[in-house]
């Protein structure tokens, strides 16, 4: 059973930066996609990265490309998610997911098997 712990979220003007981190214990052998999400209260989880940790292969969406880096450390199985030039729309809870399947839809939630708890990130004008 995979576990994630996600940690680095907090307060920020807009223009700052945070690196989110995600560390993962017990097997992760199994995972082929990790993933950021991020929500407000009100809206669905929205998908915001994703890397396949196999291949390396990354993904975000449009709004935060250039701004947003994900990257993960294997030897020490910890994602992390490098925030640059925070936007005020960047805030919301932020939760790091494991998905075990070879196919997936990297943006829908239900295709992630495994959740953190969640991270704040609140950005101010």
């Known amino acids: 059973q995979v576990q994630l712990v996600e940690s680095g979220g907090g307060s920020v003007q807009a223009g700052g930066s945070l690196r989110l981190s995600c560390a993962a214990s017990?097997?992760?052998?199994?995972?082929?996609?990790m993933g950021w999400f991020r929500q407000v209260p009100g809206k669905e989880r929205e998908g915001v990265a994703a890397?396949?940790?196999?291949?390396?292969?990354?993904y975000y969406i449009d709004s935060v490309k250039g701004r947003f880096t994900i990257s993960q450390d294997n030897a020490k199985n910890t994602l992390f998610l490098q925030m640059s030039s925070l936007k005020p729309e960047d805030t919301g809870m932020y939760y790091c997911?494991?998905?075990?399947?070879?196919?997936?839809?990297?943006?829908?939630?239900?295709?992630?098997?495994?959740w953190g708890q969640g991270t704040q990130v609140t950005v101010s004008s």
């Open positions: 997911a494991a998905a075990f399947r070879r196919v997936i839809i990297w943006t829908r939630p239900a295709d992630f098997a495994v």
């Open positions: 017990g097997y992760t052998g199994g995972v082929y996609y």
């Open positions: 890397i396949h940790t196999r291949a390396g292969v990354t």
